[in-house]
């Protein structure tokens, strides 16, 4: 196999990954009842309009360290990736109290996590994919 296949099949790996993402989503969402998913769009609406303050300056920073030091794109790369995750963690770790908050069932918390945690596994592999080659370290 070849470095784009590889890559292609790890794609499409990640995007069936992000599918069942969703459709764990949804799943969990039509089994709230009428009221908890009212809730649920009023606890967040103020939410989606600051959620992309925070990514936005991440592309911002990332933009300006690249043109102010070009030969450090590795550290810069390695440092934009660990503060993407945490981003993640952190947009996760407040979603997680804001749900407990609004008194949804603990059984919707846990699918909404495990949808969670399988739609960053489908982030972590489409990343990876791009960025790691086997085939230039002799595997």
């Given at each position: 196999m070849d470095q784009g296949t590889w890559?292609?099949?790890?794609?499409i790996v990640s995007l069936l990954l992000i599918v069942g993402s969703r459709v764990m989503s949804e799943r969990a969402l039509s089994a709230l009842s009428a009221s908890d998913k009212a809730r649920l769009v009023d606890g967040f609406s103020k939410?989606?309009?600051y959620i992309l303050v925070p990514v936005i300056a991440l592309l911002v920073v990332n933009y300006a360290a690249l043109k102010?030091?070009?030969?450090?794109?590795t550290e810069i790369f390695a440092a934009v990736i660990a503060l993407t995750v945490a981003l993640l963690v952190a947009g996760n770790v407040l979603a997680v109290r804001k749900l407990r908050s609004l008194g949804l069932p603990g059984s919707y918390i846990r699918k909404y996590l495990a949808s969670r945690a399988v739609s960053l596994v489908a982030m972590l592999l489409l990343v990876?994919?791009?960025?790691?080659?086997?085939?230039?370290?002799?595997?």
């Open positions: 890559q292609f099949a790890w794609l939410q989606r309009i102010l030091a070009p030969e450090r794109t990876g994919s791009v960025f790691y080659n086997p085939f230039a370290h002799g595997a």
